[in-house]
């Protein structure tokens, strides 16, 4: 007695479990991954060999411009009344953190005045934000 194999079916890659997988992984490293936020203001950072990352939720960022011109949370802010804005966030965060981004063309009597002002607030670490560059 003869008996017949059986036609063995050929292995077929579908392409739909592969577009799935793409989506997901798309999703994934969107999900994941986190974007610099640009205030909009051009500030030109001094360049640093170490980079130092961990952002808390209590730092406040104040920006100087090459014109001099000192921004808090986005706003142009006088110098004078600066002061009464760095004491007023110093009341509501008591480990209080400043990020000082200064154009590298400022003057450093500017950079200076400010941190004096930071200090005399209260605040407790003054950051200065630098760009990274491998080497």
């Known amino acids: 007695m003869h008996f017949k194999k059986a036609k063995e079916d050929e292995t077929i ?3 739909t479990p592969l577009i799935d997988i793409v989506f997901l992984l798309l999703i994934f490293f969107m ?6 936020i640009v205030s909009g203001i051009n500030i030109n950072l001094p360049r640093a060999g170490q980079q130092v990352s961990d952002w808390e939720t209590d730092r406040l960022v104040l920006m100087i411009d090459k014109d001099g011109r000192i921004y808090l949370k986005g706003e142009t ?35 200076v005045q400010v941190m004096d002002l930071a200090k005399r607030a209260g605040v ?4 200065i934000a630098a760009r990274w560059e491998a080497e």
Request: without cysteine; proline residues 0%; hydrophobic residues 50%.
């Open 13 to 15: 890659l579908g392409i």
């Open 31 to 36: 999900m994941t991954s986190h974007f610099g």
């Open 77 to 111: 802010i006088d110098i004078n009344s600066l002061d009464q804005k760095l004491k007023a966030f110093v009341e509501n965060n008591a480990t209080a953190s400043l990020v000082l981004e200064a154009d590298r063309d400022v003057k450093h009597g500017l950079v």
């Open 124 to 127: 407790v670490s003054i950051l």
